[in-house]
């Protein structure tokens, strides 16, 4: 979907006319767009191709368009956008305007008790019942391009504990897969954690594609590898991540093994794997050390 398109798609839909339009930046999975109206207010328009929308050669299902609206009608009052209106597996939703991202705020000097308040609405997230479906080919598809690869990425290059590695990773995949008892939000990473101190409780959370009733250990360890790399190449002292855990409160020792897992998964996926961050070349050695290290400090016999 280009600007023009997005524009034209809010004029047939909602029958106005439309000013401009301007792509959006930031996420990786679909189309989106920042659409203005000739009366001067905007909305958000995000459209879901039949595959990674920054990786056209990997397929995902357009569905999770409407698994994300489903979503965000069963979180009416909690710090998410509005649904305004969804149809052909493209969403309208509120804008909530120009702000900073989770780890622009942090990596700015901005006051990271707010790793505390994100960590007590995640906690009371999961104890909500699962919104009544499993996301099969969201979880399918992660299981394909995050956990099942693990091995080959880490025997390229030439990992001693390759093999290793990838069994576990692959059984972390499998488990996720499964039906949970969690509100899962299933890609909570710093673009999804918009800072918005006029919305209670400060922030918005975006993106919920990926939502379903899964392991409430998918979503900790995701941050914990998103708020990690931060740390590290901003060269900041605070351990947001032993900040993050302990707001989040006492889990057991299934979770707590299952998000380090996930955790060292994510931080492959971004040096190694398929979804590398060019400024994180400089400390792929240690990153992918300590990835690994994860995952075999984690493995548990009735988890491998």
Partial sequence: MTPTEARAWVEQRLQRPTAAATRLHGGLLNHVHRVVLSDGRSMVVKRAPPHIASSPHIPLSPERADREASALRQLQGQPVPLLLDV???????????EGLDLAEWLTSGGDASVL????????????????????HDIQQARLS???RPVQGWLADRGHPRAALAGQIAVSTGERFAEEGPDFVM????????QLRPHRPPGFVVLDWEMATAGHRAQDIGHLCAHIALEQLTSGKTEDWVDRFVTAYGPMSEETACLAARHQGCELLARTIGGFPRADLTP???????????LLVDAARPWAI
């Fill in 87 to 97: 149809h052909d597996h493209t969403l309208i939703l509120e804008d909530i305007g």
């Fill in 186 to 193: 299933g890609d909570l990473w710093p673009p999804s954690v």
């Fill in 283 to 293: 400390h792929i050695d240690h990153i992918v050390a300590q990835a690994v290290q």
């Fill in 116 to 135: 505390d308040t994100l960590a007590h609405w995640l906690q009371e997230l999961h104890d909500r019942s699962g919104p009544g479906f499993v996301n």
């Fill in 145 to 147: 391009i995050q956990y």
